[in-house]
């Protein structure tokens, strides 16, 4: 089993938490298709003088059009009090999934016999249950959030593209699971970029721990000079794995980015010969162009999602292997 799936297993007393930050942000995020197709038909009832009549004695009625801008505002506010609840109740699923998972890690760290504390030093102990453990929390938690709001965008986006016309929904499509198979490809370079990073950032905090609490032998035998060149040359190869795996990363996630992009201009292109042959109507349009947009700037996050889940999961098994050491 992946190691995040093991550690994802040790929360099921949190499952109702988790559940209704489901339930919110999936409200949420569907609210934004909703809100460009109510954007679309808005617009259709102004362009053909539904939303604003003109009365027999010249004046004008804009009734329909105040009504629709109460049910938009309604809606916005609708949504942003739904995604400060998910926000909030999400902090606290985060906090106490955190609280778990450091004193399983204590707990087997306690257990552990002597020669297992020999062949891992205190400072290795420490980043395991600290930094690792946070950046599995922020994989299980907001990781896990972000993607499925990015599913549930991609879910309504192509919903909605391909209630209007199928060809509308088509090349996005298409684009969407291009980019989905790209990233995977580089998933597990990524992985095994960031362990080497991890285990280097192990040995950089040895070796200050080892410094700190030694540091009267270190006077006492003049060693300053020896161990703060050791020293540099932990961080040294640290710094030049780090920047390795930023180099992999900043070099190959953008390209996915960059083809989901591409159906914005299909949206637009096709969109206007539908309209020009009167299949599809200017409103429509409108409300396509608006949820291509937000589905292209949702998918910007994929490359930090990616490079979290990395992360993640060289974090998720350095913790494993202290849970199975016991």
Known sequence: MHPLLRLLALYRSHLGLAALVIVGLGLVNLAQPATAWLVGAAVEDLRTGEAVRRMPDGALDATGAWIWVAILVGVTVLRGILQYAAT???????????????SRILDAVQRLDLAWHRRHGAGEVINRTTRDSDLCRDA???????LFELLMVVVGTLGLLLWYHWLLA??????VALA????RRHAGRLVALDRAAAESYDAVSQELSEGVQGVRVIKAFALEEQ??????GKVETFTGRARAAIRYTAARLPFPQLIVSLGHVWVLGCGGLLVARGTLTPGDLIAAMMVIQGLVFRVEAIGWLVRMFADASSSAGRIVEILDAV
């Open 227 to 232: 161990r703060v060149e050791r020293f540099a």
């Open 170 to 175: 088509l090349v996005p499509t298409l684009l």
């Open 180 to 183: 989905i198979l790209i990233m």
């Open 140 to 146: 299980i938690v907001g990781g896990s959030r972000s």
């Open 88 to 102: 909030i109740v999400a902090m606290v699923l985060g906090q106490r999934l955190l609280h778990t998972l450091r």
